[in-house]
């Protein structure tokens, strides 16, 4: 058996799935924190700078892959990946990683914004703007939040 610690740390998914205009890692947009702690535990930072109460669920400590979860109204509005976590992808298969050609293919033209040295191509669908974060050519990570709010993370 686990020790308790060890078994948090194991709750965030090592292979998060995003489901596109629905859910990343399990995670949905209105979820309270509690539904969140449920999925991926209580082992996180939060951010001390944020506008917003933002919570840094990392593989390991001081390490920054991972995901990230903001509050609005004690709900989830936004979820990301933290930099690139090996073995995300879509729940097509698309990894992070691939060419972000890729991302143009099975989603068609997206509206790009730049985000400093990355940029995000977006698809809103209903009230679910989803992100592919695109650096250096390749799929970088993944992100939900609400049409009309900044992708830029």
């Keep these: ?10 709750l965030l998914p090592k292979q998060g799935v995003l489901v596109t205009g629905k859910s990343l890692g ?3 947009l209105g979820m309270t924190p509690a539904q969140v702690q449920t999925l991926w535990g209580t082992r996180f930072g939060r951010c001390r700078g944020c506008a917003q109460p933002t919570w840094y669920f990392n ?5 920054p892959e991972g995901a990230a979860v903001r ?5 989830v509005d936004a ?26 293919v099975r989603f068609g033209a ?10 995000a191509l977006i698809l809103t669908r209903g009230d679910v703007t989803t992100s592919f974060y695109v650096y250096g050519q390749k799929l970088w990570g993944f ?3 609400r049409p009309g709010s900044t992708p830029c993370r």
Excluded: D
């Design 1 to 10: 058996m686990l020790p308790l610690a060890t078994a948090l740390i194991l």
């Design 71 to 75: 509050f609005r109204r004690g709900h």
């Design 79 to 104: 979820v990301w990946t933290l930099w690139s976590p090996p073995g995300w992808r879509t729940r097509s298969g698309m990894k992070l990683g691939v060419p972000a050609l890729e991302v143009n």
């Design 59 to 63: 593989y390991r400590r001081f390490h």
């Design 26 to 28: 399990a995670v949905r």
């Design 143 to 145: 992100g939900l939040g």
């Design 110 to 119: 997206l509206v790009t914004i730049q985000c400093g040295s990355y940029r």
